[in-house]
């Protein structure tokens, strides 16, 4: 027992020294270096999705300005908020989702786009350009976007399907179209919950504890008919024929399906879906700003905005880009949906996150 | 202990012998005091901590709140259900690996060390692509499920249920039974074997009351390096399991990365760290007296 | 020597030698099956793994234009032996520290150095990642140390939790070695370290070496601290996988772990062919 203490104590001096390292560490000055259109300070740390960047666009960005762009890559938002978050990890420049943007807004972790070192990015669509999650856009200028919707195998579910989240969390539907124990959902709290809320008809970003409690109760009833609650392979399981309809992101599906032998589409239900869109982002501590503002400068480019769209198949949100975006990508509905008007994009709820996370817990517990 | 005739002399043996065991030891010491200890410190100061509005965790206003949480009932569940899936992937690879690490310690020096590494080498390619390839194996049309359909278990189909996880724990995990059990038991004399074989006469008995208590370190060393990596794993029970019911290591990694919760995530891992801890003393105590 | 004798006794006889060889056949398989599986598909010409559509080598080809790939592998090969070599010293001076000798606060030490083995991984990454952040001002200042390079923090936090499984196998091996040995070298005046690398070492090596086996699988295997501590520039192939796993499995991912994998067996086999030329006059060994 005594031996136990010991340890106790320790821990506890130790816990101690923590909390003394914590408060040692002093506030950001709010002055930022201030840089010029094309100016460079260096080689540039790029923190981004994987398979989200055109190397050729990297490779010529190089040329053109004599630097090395580093790309490292993060498989969520979360992880990359867990790293840069804590402050020194050396990157200048992030892709974060909408809802991400606006907590290290407030966290200030991210400088403002400084307008004269960044020129193009009056080539931003109208849409994107005073986004809710950033008001104005200080902070971030729109990289990529698209929506989460569903994705169906209808040669599988033997015909049309009507276009609604009932396909995900209704008994009868399930009956129906034979998809009891072939259906997935995106592992995430604010996804999978506002799937929930919307199939209710409400809002994806709700902070009502009753609204949530019924959307809790939508997907404790279909636990027991889902295959996976899965974020990186919905569209392979329904290609390979594990599930029939999937939860996830446009870009996926679109990629997947063209390796698929069955006919499949993918839709976002009408009683409205998410919209995301990740954004280019300068961290506070950024070593190298003047190149990352550079970087931002050269992607915001019409011709190299078209070219990434025309590389990864993601929704372009540079308007000055679209003349130059192949045809086949523009007409896509998967990638460019025609009615826009029942998308929502989700908002960090504060406090609320937590309940989001407990609902998701307790509905499968 | 042979008498020695100054008690003195021996008291200075025996310190400088102390001392000399502790200076051994000082630089794994150090290195754990700075690398662990004090990080550790850090996430239990966390557990006290508050989480602001937008996720951060911050060193202020002390609470129990995230202790309070760990009596709600969704913990209870997710936990007792991460034991019994972590006690079964254990005990299998205990019947698995324990015939394979005999086997390879009664083959000629050189053919184990080959044994040995074909044991390991699968490990060297990506555990996330392992996993992945058990998915590949275990769907609708994979050999694994069209075996299991012929040798007749139903349809064979098992992926995204507990057995698919436990059955990847298994895979994962059954080198870490292999190893210390290897060199538990390679290193038996098998001349008191053979001694018990001329008392016994039934090569199980010669087994059971020899060979087995002596390789108990190994199998206590491989148990608890199977048991805890089972108990707290997330990647496995995502990828087979589908994820449909809550394990204590996907449920902590939810509360640091979607609810950017760091004070139940931290108090959370100090529970599992606690009673992993308790456990792992009342195994060795129980082992220990039985050697 | 009577090896012959006891070699009797070690193996089972009968219907149990048997039974014992064919489940250690079937547990090999049981490794092999799934490195089957992504070799097979390694060379699937589809991009879904899983469904095969014709024989290709395009992935292979990817995995050569693929620099970041390539990078990540050396990442992962560098951080691997180093770790490896640093956690096998000092956890088997730790394990002979605890087995051999009586010291003031050892029980404590035995407490902590079990703790790296029973905390979940992800505890452990967040831990390692905030710690980092928070001292990195404080490493600094050691000069020569620069704690923004994502290698050092990689192989730091390696050791940390690979001191403790290297010494768990080697303390496994300790316990049922009696000392009478070392005793009998003291007795007859070979110094310490001529009794430890006389007779401990050669006697302790095969736990040793399962703990660097160990070591090595843990380093390249590990996912969840590397990905929260890795920084710029230094990205583990595992980690990389990872990040590619969430946009979607592509076989290219196959064909890395494949390229690892034969690598990894090449060396082995080199290793194995050097110790035969090494060793060489041996009789010719029974079986």
Redesign the interface.
Known sequence: MS?WM??VA??G???L???A???G?DEETSSFKQCAEGETDGDL?FYN????MDPDLITAFQDQHGVTV???????N??M???V???????DLIVPSDYMVS?LI??GLIQPVQEAAVPNKGNVAERFANPPYDPGAVYSAAYQWGTTGVGVDLGAAGGDVPKTWGLLFDADLAEQYGLSGKI?LL????ETMGAALKYLGYSLNSTSKTELAEAEAVIADA?GR????????Y??LV????TIVGHGYSG?FL??FE??ESTYDYFVPDEGGTIWVDNMAVLADAPHPCTAFAFMNFLLDAQNGAQLTNYNWYASPNGAAEPHIDQEVLDNPIIYPTDMSKLEFIA?T??F??E???A???A?? | MTEVATPGLELQAERAESRRGFLLGLPAVVYLVVFFVIPLGIVIAYSFATRTRTGRTELRDWNLEAYERLGESVVRAVAFRSLWIAVASTLICLALAYPLAYFISTRKPATRNLLLVAVMIPFWSNFLIRTYAWRVLLDSDGLFTRVAAEVGFGDGRILFTNKAVILGLVYGYLPFMVLPLYAAIERIDWSLVEGARDLYASGWAAFRRVVWPLSKPGVIAGSILVFVPSFGAYVTPAILGGNKKGLVGSYIVDQFMDARNGPLGASLSVMVLAVMLIGTLVYFRQGGRNL | MAKGVARSTAEPMGWSKWLLRGHSALVYAFFYAPIAVLTFYSFNESQIVGRWTGFSMRWYGDFLENDNVQQSIWVSVKVCIASTLISVVLGTLAALSIERFRWWGQKAFDAVLYLPIIIPDVTMAVMLMVFFSETAEWFNVIPGVDLSEGLEKLVLSHVAFNISFVSVVVRARLTNLDATMEEAAADLYANRWQTFRRVTLPQIMPGVLGGALLAVTLSLDDVVVSSFVSAVGATPVSVYVFGMLRKGVSPLINAVSVVILAASMALVIASLVLERVTNSPKGPEEE
């Open positions: 031996k010991r340890l320790l821990f001096a130790f816990s020294m923590a909390v390292a914590g408060c560490s740390n999705w994987s398979e989200y580093t790309e490292d890559f993060y498989p969520s979360e992880e908020h867990g790293k978050g804590v402050g020194n990890s050396g990157y907590i407030a966290d997935s592992d995430d709290p604010r636990v889902v295959a996976a609650f899965d974020s990186d392979q569209s392979e290609v390979l024929g594990e996926n990629w997947d390796e698929g960090d504060g406090d996150e937590i989001y996370t407990d998701l817990s307790r499968r517990s």
